[in-house]
């Protein structure tokens, strides 16, 4: 039998593909079941089923099997065929699993369930076999059951941080799923070599094998099911904690998860080097779950303004030593998982081959951890649906955590009572351990995160703050006097609000499109509701008997009456908000609208790139009417010029017709049509001079047809020399979701890049005065973003010139006014 060393390659290799397939698998689903959050949650659960299964039923064979290696080796490439046929399936599986709900209702879930559950069965088998394949004597069941589980830790750690690093970003998803399943087939390679040298020892017997567990291991098993449901449900909290002090990049969830991996793996290796040593197994393993509790929820009632600190403090080093602002931000990340799930995780990993060792018979090797894996994944995925759909939204965070860190220490406390009758000192530490979490839980206050967001969030006022199952929405008054205004913070993330600037881009965002359009506009259809201020324009245009809002989160159409400006959109019947993503919406409808505009969060967040991608547009264009137009906002500051780029390419694929405007100085509008889209003077004068349309627009500085026009940038033909060259952003590849960090103050670069293209608007009709009022209007629009791109270099004295200028020419243009502090 090959060494120690090709052992730890293959199950390091097996753990790689595993969690490659995971990630990659998650991203997938989210577009073909939708990403509301029960959707994903029983997909997901889909996936770790199948592991549960697997572990249970493959298990049960493994310890009659002469020569495990070869079953092993089977297995690997069993999930490397199936690991690309899933992941290819996945690829074009989003219609057929949509007409399937269409007819047969919740049956339509089979699909994904057989797509993800079958390699997920095959995957569930290889760590029992794995396992099984390695002769021990007795009483060693914890040192190599827990070597085994943290190199396959290991590996699943480079798996994560593999796939969001190297993988997705240079091979596409579909790449990624062939670059796993060559990783399976080495795995496999290895253990077909492995399993030319065939165990020592003989085949079990059947009689042996179907021996009932003891009532010991039957207990032990029973609290580490509970256990690994209380392990999931922290997971849940920390995925809605952990967000103020990162950002919604797949890198910082990628970094967090690797992390959470780590203390896992780590815990199971140190606790491996010094099983032979504890004599009180039981004693250890139930104070090793129930610290972890403790730990958890004293990290989260701790947390404050001083984790922020030392991740700036870390994040400097890292630059000065790298020189790299992508390696700044994740250090800062790493720093961040490291004070919130790190210690716990290291606890829990610990308890995994302390558990074994109470578990595993001599002759039930392979079976035993069957059950043990099977039952700790349903004992995960019954946590996680708990905690996430019934805990959070009827207690909160706070108080969640506080019940998952009790029973912690309840399943602590039974299983030191269950060790030695003696150990006073251990049975004292559990229970002590248990009363401090009751007292942590007590002493926190059920809003601590709520208060922690203004902290991190750089301070003003908490509005209204609600935890769901989805994550938490938060309204915070923010800024000084006359520029005091709401900002939205989803998942602790800023999503605008309804200050000046945004008021202006957001109402642009209906209202231009709807002027441009050819004829009378019915129907009209906003993805993302936000600050309802996009959506609430809708109300305002008159000719509309059709307005339709697609919103992810309940919480956030809740929060729309505390901002300004949207007309009571959240309230308003002739409004209707469907609770579903925007893809979704437009996959479950065969609504046809006049126009389709999205205002998502920026392209570079996690699981948002797909309403930019070229696909994405193609489904959109199958719901636009005749001389339908697509109008999507185009954030410059949020991503480098060659992401943007890349997005303008994936525009330009799919809509003939394509124009870009400028809405407010940090954002653009795309408009596009399938037909050709004329700018008619008439036409747009006569949309202008409705009273309610231009009663809003005048209150974002828009007070004339003439200042309308002169956010004209370019046509198609300007849009092409910009995005020439650049791939194009599809759901095969996500590309900005995984570019680099954005540079510094990279709005002066791409701002510059894009006014560049600017021409003369392609009018129809009008007459002198109108063109003269345009060339002013024009004129002074760039004279301001000018003033704003002075700031951002630190030349107040240019900015003091050119914002002067602006002002001196349109002194009553409330847009202007609001940049240096006037009302």
Request: hydrophobic share 50%; glycine share 10%; charged share 15%.
């Amino acid at each position: 039998m090959l060494g120690t060393s090709a052992f730890a390659a293959l199950l390091f290799c097996s753990g790689v593909a595993a969690l490659v397939y995971q990630v990659l698998w998650i991203k997938q689903l989210s577009l073909v079941v939708g990403v509301e959050v029960y959707s994903i949650s029983i997909a997901v659960s889909a996936f770790f089923a199948g592991l549960a299964l697997g572990g249970f039923l493959i298990a049960r064979r493994a310890d009659r099997l002469k020569n495990p290696l070869f079953t092993y080796a089977l297995l690997e490439a069993g999930i490397a065929l199936l690991g690309v046929t899933a992941t290819l399936l996945l690829g074009h599986a989003a219609p057929l699993f949509t007409a399937m709900q269409a007819h047969v209702g919740l049956l339509a879930w089979i699909l994904p369930f057989l797509i993800v559950g079958f390699p997920a069965f095959l995957m569930g088998g290889t760590l029992p076999i794995a396992l099984c394949s390695r002769s021990m004597a007795s009483g060693a069941a914890a040192r190599t059951g827990g070597l085994i589980y943290a190199m396959n830790t290991f590996g699943g750690i480079a798996g994560i941080l593999a796939c969001s690093f190297i993988f997705l970003p240079q091979f596409g998803v579909i790449g990624t799923g062939f670059a796993a399943a060559s990783l399976n087939l080495i795995a496999a390679v290895i253990a077909l070599v492995m399993s030319r040298t065939p165990r020592n020892t003989s085949a079990i017997s059947p009689s042996i094998q179907q021996s009932d567990l003891p009532r010991q291991a039957t207990l032990a098993i029973v609290l580490y099911s509970l256990a690994g449901g209380i392990a999931l449900g922290y997971e849940v909290i920390w995925s809605q904690a952990i967000v103020q002090f990162i950002t919604t990049r797949s890198f910082a969830f990628s970094i967090v998860l690797a992390t959470y991996l780590a203390g896992l793996a780590l815990g199971s290796w140190l606790y491996a080097r010094y099983a032979d040593k504890i004599t009180n197994p039981w004693g250890t393993f139930g104070l090793l779950i129930a610290a972890a509790g403790m730990v958890a929820l004293l990290e989260i009632a701790c947390l404050g303004i001083w984790q922020l600190r030392i991740q700036a403090t870390i994040g400097e080093l890292a630059f000065s030593i790298f020189g790299n602002q992508f390696a700044r931000m994740c250090s800062r990340f790493l720093v961040a998982a490291i004070g919130i799930v790190f210690l716990p995780t290291l606890l829990l990993g610990a308890a995994f081959p302390a558990a074994l060792r109470l578990i595993l018979g001599k002759n039930r090797i392979g079976r035993d951890i069957g059950i043990v894996l099977a039952l700790n994944t349903a004992g995960g995925i019954a946590g996680t649906l708990l905690t996430g759909f019934i805990l959070v939204p009827k207690l909160g965070l706070v108080r969640t955590l506080g019940i998952l860190a009790i029973s912690a220490g309840a399943v602590g406390v039974i299983a030191v009572l269950r060790g030695l009758r003696d150990d006073k000192r251990m049975t004292w530490m559990a229970i002590t351990i248990s009363v401090a979490a009751l007292v942590i839980v007590i002493v926190t206050p059920t809003d601590r995160l709520a208060r922690l967001l203004t902290t991190t969030r750089g301070g003003g006022k908490l509005i209204s703050y609600e935890e769901s199952e989805a994550g938490t929405v938060a309204v915070v008054q923010q800024g000084t006097g006359t520029n005091s205004f709401n900002r939205l913070y989803v998942h602790g993330i800023s999503n605008s609000g309804d200050a000046m600037p945004s008021l202006r881009y957001m109402r642009l965002q209906a209202f231009l499109p709807l002027m441009l359009h050819n004829g009378i506009s019915h129907s009209a259809l906003v993805v993302g509701f936000g600050t309802g201020i996009t959506a609430g324009a809708l109300l305002e245009y008159p000719h509309l008997s059709r307005r339709v809002c697609a919103e992810l989160l309940p919480a956030v159409v809740s929060a729309g009456k505390f901002f300004r400006g949207n007309f009571g959109a959240s309230h308003n019947p002739e409004l209707q908000i469907r609770i579903r993503d925007g893809r979704r919406e437009l996959m479950r409808s065969a609504d046809r609208y006049d126009l389709i505009t999205l205002e998502p969060p920026p392209p570079s967040a996690a699981g948002v790139v797909n309403l930019y991608s070229r696909d994405f547009y193609q489904l959109a264009a199958k719901r636009l009417e005749p001389n339908g137009i697509f109008a999507q906002w185009l954030p410059i500051a949020t991503q480098n010029d060659e992401d943007t780029r890349s997005l303008v390419r994936s525009f330009l694929d799919v809509f003939p017709t394509a124009t870009l405007w400028t809405t407010e100085l940090h954002e653009m509008l795309l408009i596009g049509s399938l037909a050709p889209m004329e700018l008619n003077v008439d036409n747009i004068s006569q949309n202008f001079e409705q009273p309610s349309v231009k009663a809003a627009l005048e209150e974002v500085g828009i007070s004339s047809p003439a200042a309308l026009l002169a956010t004209w940038v370019t046509g198609r033909e300007g849009l092409e020399h910009y995005a020439d060259g650049a791939p194009p952003v599809t759901d095969n590849r996500p590309r900005i979701e995984y570019s680099s960090w954005v540079r510094p103050d990279e709005i002066s670069r791409v701002l510059p890049e894009l006014l560049a293209l600017r021409t003369e608007p392609p009018l129809i009709g009008g007459n002198f005065v109108l063109s003269s009022s345009l060339s002013i209007e024009r004129e002074n629009l760039m004279t301001f973003y000018s003033a704003g791109l002075d700031a951002y270099k630190g030349d107040r004295q240019a900015w003091a010139h050119d914002i002067g200028d602006v002002l001196k020419k349109d002194p009553t243009n409330p847009y202007y006014r609001w940049s240096v502090g006037e009302k």
